[in-house]
C-alpha cells in the first residue's frame, strides 16, 4: 500500500509535495521490509503453496493468485505491494478478452530436482513476463527475468523451440520461490499453465510433436489427394472440400502457433492479422463447401440462400480485417463460425432425412466438428475454463470430420455415378421401349389372334384390331366405329369391373386378369384374359391393353374341378358304403359268438369244446379287426361338420398336448415351442391333436429301437409367417426317402403292417384333415435330418389387419 501511495502522489504536478512524498515512500517501504523479514510468505501470498517434490506436470492454477492491472502500468514491486490480489479457483484461469494486464504469482518449494520449467499451453500471448524472486519476497532487484511473446521473432528469448510458451527456471535445491507472471495480448487472456521438470516435459514434448506432425500429415494428406482428384474428375466438390481442409490447417496452426515457427518466424506483426485472415478465410471457403456438397440449390433453395447470405456477410468481415481492433473481429468471427456450423448440421439432417445417402456422412463429421467448435470459441470467449480436452478440441473433431467427409465425398461422387448411369440406361430402356410401342402400334392392324385396344380417359374406344373385334362380335360390315360401347359396359361383373380398376390405379398395369365380357351385338359372355398398362409419355391413349379370349380353357377348368369333386365325392360314398355294409356281417358274428358264448358249456365233448372255444377266439379276432377297420375307414373320411370349430389359445393348449403325450410315450423326448405373437387361433383343435398323435405314432413305429433306448427326439413348433401359420414336425429317426414322401398319404400305404395300428390309413387321415380340413399346404424341407414336414395354415384377414 505504500509504494501505491507513492505511485499516487508522484502524479501531482507540486514538487515540495512530491517530495515530502518520496522521504514518506522511503520510511514506509523501510518499515515494510523489515517486517516482511519476520515473516513467512505464507503470510504474503495466502494459498497453498506448490511443493515441488517429486518429478511430474503440476498445475499453478489453484495454487496461485491473479491481479488485473487495468492501466497497464504497475511494476513489479507496486503489484506486490497492492491488496487486490484475488485466490484462482481454477486449475486454468482464462480472463476471456481484455483491456488490461494480468498478474499471477505462486509460491513453489523446490525438492532435489532442479529443472524445471514454467509451460503454458496457450500460444496467442503478446507478452509474457516472468520473474521468479526468492521468498518471502524483498524487492524486484533479486529476481530473475525472462520475457516470452509473439511480439518478437521466434526464436527470440524461447528456452525450448515449441509454439507455446515454455520458460527454464533457475532454481536451487530446496529453496522457495515465487514465481510471478505478467501478461499482455490484445486476444484472449488464457493461462493453462504448470510447472513441468525436464524429464517429463521432454516425454510430453514427444508425444506431442508426434500428434501434431500426424494431425498436420493426416490434414495435408487429405486435402492434397482431393485437390489431385480435382484435377484429374474436375469435380468442384473435391476442389472446396481440399481448399476447405487446407484453409483449415493452415487456421489451425495460426491458432496453435505453428504458423508463426514455420513460416514467418522473423516477421512477429504477421501474427496481428493471420489468425483472423485464416479463419474468415476458412469460413468463406466453408460457406462454398457446404451448399455444393449437399446440393442445397435442388435440395433445399431456401437454405441455399441463406448460405449466400453467409458467404457475404463473411467476405465483408474479411475486408473490414485490417479496420477494425482484433479484440473486436475476434467475437465477431466466433459468433458467425457458429451460426454457420450449426446451420449447416440442421441443414444436412434436413437433407439425410430427404433421401440424399451422402448426407448421413456429412452430419455425422459436422457432429464431430461442432462439438469442438463450440467448446473451442467458447473458451475464447471466457465461458468455459481452459483444460487438456478444451485446448485440443481443435484436432479431435477435426481429424474426425476430415475423415468422415473424405467418405462423405466418395459416396456422393459414387452416387452421382449411379444416377448418371441409371439415366442413360432409363435413356436406353426409353428408347427401346418406344421402338418397342411403335412395332406394337405397326402390329395393331395386323393379323394378330391377341386382341389389342386402346382407350381413351374416359374408359372409351380409340382404336382396336380386328381380332379383338371378332373377339366382341362385330364384323366388317358391322364396323366397331360405328357402335362404340364403354369399355366398363362390356365387364359382365361390376365387382370385377372395380376390381380391375382399383389394381389399375395402384400399380398402373395388370396383366393376366380374368374377366367376363358381353358381346354387344349377341349378348354372349366370354371370358377373356386382359393385360392393360397405363399409357406412355408421349402416347395419345390413357391405357393400352390387350386381350385374349379364354372361354374354351376357362371351361375346361370348370369342368376339371368339378370332375375332381366328383371324384372326390364318389371316394368318400365308396368308402362310406363300404363301412356301412360291413356293419351287416359284424352284427351277425357278434349274434353267432353271443349264441356260442351261451351253450358251449351244454357241450360234453372234450374236442367239440375245445374246437368251439377256438372257433369263438377266431371269431372274436375277426370281429375285433372288422371293427377296427370299420372305425379307421370312417375316421379316414373327413367330414366338416364331424369336428367343431373353437378358438383355442396356442400355449396352454399345445402345452397340455405335450403333457399327455409324454405320458404315452415316456420314452420320448417331445419338445414343443411357439415362434410367434399370435394367442389365439380358430381352428379344429380335435382334428388338430389326432393329426399330432398320428404323427408321433408314425414317429414312434418307424423308429422303435431309437424310443426304446430312450434317444427319439420329436419337436413341434407353430411360426408365424406374414399371413401364414406354419407348424414344423421333426423328428431324429431315420427319415423318409423323397420318392415315397407321396405315397405315405395314400390309404392303406405303410411299410410296417405288422405292427401298424392304423393299417395304413393314419397318415391318409392326417392329409384328410390337414388339406380339406384345415386348408393346410404339405412341405417337405430340402436336406432335412429324420421325418420333418412343414404344414402351413392360412391365418384369417382379421388376424392380418390386427397385426398391420
Not at 389399375?504 to 367376363?516: E, H, P
Not at 382334428?687 to 431309437?706: K, P
Request: with cysteine; net charge negative; proline share 4%.
Amino acid at each position: 500500500m505504500a509504494k501505491a501511495s507513492c505511485v499516487l502522489f508522484l502524479s501531482q504536478p507540486n514538487k515540495l509535495l512530491r517530495l515530502f512524498s518520496v522521504f514518506v515512500a522511503l520510511l514506509v517501504t523501510t518499515f515494510a521490509a523489515e517486517a516482511a523479514l519476520g515473516e513467512d510468505s505464507a503470510q504474503q501470498v495466502s494459498v497453498p503453496v506448490l511443493n515441488l517434490n517429486a518429478p511430474g506436470d503440476f498445475s499453478i492454477g489453484r495454487h496461485s493468485q491473479w491481479l488485473e492491472d487495468p492501466h497497464r502500468s504497475l511494476t513489479l514491486d507496486a503489484a506486490m505491494q497492492t491488496d487486490s490480489w484475488q485466490n484462482s479457483e481454477s486449475d486454468s484461469l482464462n480472463f476471456g478478452f481484455s483491456d488490461s494486464a494480468f498478474w499471477l504469482r505462486t509460491p513453489i518449494s523446490t525438492g532435489s530436482l532442479i529443472d524445471w520449467y514454467l509451460w503454458n499451453r496457450y500460444s496467442l500471448l503478446d507478452q509474457v513476463d516472468m520473474y521468479l524472486c526468492p521468498r518471502p519476497y524483498k524487492q524486484s532487484s533479486e529476481c530473475v527475468h525472462k520475457q516470452a511473446g509473439d511480439l518478437q521473432p521466434f526464436d527470440i528469448n524461447r528456452d525450448v523451440s515449441h509454439p507455446n510458451t515454455i520458460i527454464h527456471l533457475p532454481t536451487d535445491k530446496g529453496q522457495d520461490y515465487l514465481l510471478l507472471l505478467r501478461v499482455e495480448t490484445h486476444g484472449t487472456y488464457q493461462l493453462p499453465a504448470s510447472l513441468v521438470d525436464g524429464q517429463t516435459l521432454h516425454n510430453e514434448l514427444l508425444t506431442n510433436n508426434i500428434l501434431r506432425g500426424g494431425y498436420y500429415a493426416t490434414m495435408l494428406v487429405m486435402g492434397l489427394y482431393n485437390l489431385f482428384i480435382f484435377f484429374a474428375t474436375r469435380e468442384r466438390s473435391y476442389l472446396y472440400y481440399s481448399t476447405f481442409v487446407l484453409s483449415f490447417l493452415l487456421f489451425h496452426m495460426t491458432y496453435e502457433g505453428s504458423a508463426f515457427q514455420f513460416f514467418w518466424p522473423d516477421l512477429p506483426i504477421i501474427n496481428n492479422t493471420a489468425f483472423l485472415l485464416a479463419f474468415s478465410l476458412n469460413q468463406l471457403i466453408l460457406c462454398f463447401f457446404v451448399p455444393n456438397f449437399l446440393r442445397l440449390k435442388q435440395h433445399s433453395p431456401a437454405a441455399y440462400r441463406l448460405f449466400r447470405a453467409y458467404t457475404a456477410i463473411t467476405f465483408i468481415t474479411l475486408l473490414m480485417i485490417p479496420l477494425l481492433h482484433y479484440e473486436v473481429m475476434v467475437p465477431i468471427n466466433n459468433l458467425l463460425s457458429m451460426l454457420i456450423t450449426a446451420s449447416a448440421l440442421i441443414v444436412s439432417i434436413r437433407v439425410w432425412i430427404g433421401g440424399e445417402s451422402a448426407a448421413r456422412f456429412f452430419t455425422i463429421a459436422w457432429m464431430m466438428l461442432i462439438a469442438g467448435l463450440i467448446l473451442a470459441n467458447a473458451r475464447s470467449l471466457g465461458l468455459v475454463p481452459t483444460n487438456t480436452f478444451t485446448l485440443y478440441a481443435y484436432q479431435i473433431g477435426s481429424v474426425m470430420e476430415v475423415l468422415l467427409l473424405s467418405l462423405a465425398l466418395g459416396e456422393r461422387i459414387m452416387r452421382l455415378q449411379k444416377d448418371q448411369l441409371a439415366a442413360r440406361k432409363a435413356m436406353l430402356k426409353s428408347q427401346e421401349d418406344a421402338i418397342q410401342y411403335l412395332r406394337d402400334y405397326e402390329d395393331l392392324y395386323q393379323n394378330s389372334l391377341t386382341g389389342k385396344f386402346q382407350l381413351d380417359e374416359e374408359g372409351f374406344f380409340l382404336k382396336s384390331n380386328p381380332a379383338w373385334r371378332t373377339m366382341l362380335g362385330y364384323s366388317e360390315q358391322n364396323h366397331f366405329s360405328n357402335d362404340n360401347p364403354s369399355f366398363d359396359s362390356l365387364i359382365a361383373e361390376a365387382g370385377k369391373r372395380r376390381e380391375l380398376w382399383r389394381k389399375l390405379r395402384d400399380s398402373g398395369r395388370v396383366q393376366a386378369f380374368v374377366v367376363a365380357m358381353v358381346q354387344p351385338l349377341t349378348g354372349e359372355r366370354l371370358m377373356v384374359s386382359l393385360t392393360i398398362r397405363k399409357r406412355a409419355p408421349g402416347e395419345r391413349a390413357a391405357w393400352i391393353g390387350s386381350g385374349q379370349n379364354v372361354t374354351e380353357q376357362y371351361q375346361q377348368e370348370q369342368e376339371l374341378m368339378h370332375l375332381q369333386k366328383e371324384k372326390t365325392l364318389a371316394l368318400r360314398q365308396l368308402v362310406m358304403g363300404i363301412a356301412h355294409e360291413m356293419n351287416t356281417p359284424l352284427g351277425n358274428i357278434r349274434l353267432a359268438e353271443s349264441f356260442l358264448s351261451e351253450h358251449h358249456d351244454d357241450w360234453s365233448a372234450e374236442e367239440s369244446q375245445q374246437q368251439l372255444q377256438q372257433g369263438l377266439v377266431h371269431i372274436h379276432d375277426g370281429i375285433e379287426r372288422l371293427n377296427s377297420l370299420n372305425q379307421l375307414m370312417k375316421n379316414a373320411v373327413v367330414l366338416e361338420n364331424q369336428y367343431a370349430s373353437e378358438i383355442i389359445e396356442l400355449r396352454p393348449w399345445l402345452e397340455q398336448w405335450r403333457n399327455t403325450n409324454s405320458q404315452q410315450h415316456p420314452q420320448v423326448k417331445l419338445r414343443t415351442g411357439i415362434h410367434s405373437y399370435l394367442t389365439e387361433w380358430q381352428t379344429y383343435p380335435e382334428a388338430l391333436d389326432i393329426i399330432l398323435n398320428q404323427l408321433v405314432d408314425n414317429s414312434c413305429v418307424h423308429n422303435q429301437e431309437q424310443e426304446a433306448e430312450g434317444k427319439l427326439q420329436i419337436s413341434v413348433d407353430l411360426r408365424e409367417r406374414g399371413e401364414q401359420l406354419e407348424l414344423h414336425y421333426q423328428d431324429n429317426g431315420k427319415g423318409i426317402d423323397a420318392e415315397q414322401r407321396e405315397a405315405i398319404f395314400m390309404p392303406f400305404y405303410t411299410t410296417q403292417r405288422s405292427s401298424a395300428r392304423s393299417k395304413g390309413l393314419g397318415l391318409y387321415q392326417t392329409y384328410n384333415l390337414l388339406t380339406e380340413l384345415l386348408h393346410g399346404h404339405i412341405d417337405w424341407p430340402e436336406d432335412a435330418e429324420g421325418f420333418y414336414l412343414v404344414v402351413r395354415f392360412p391365418l384369417p384377414a382379421e388376424h392380418n389387419d390386427s397385426s398391420a
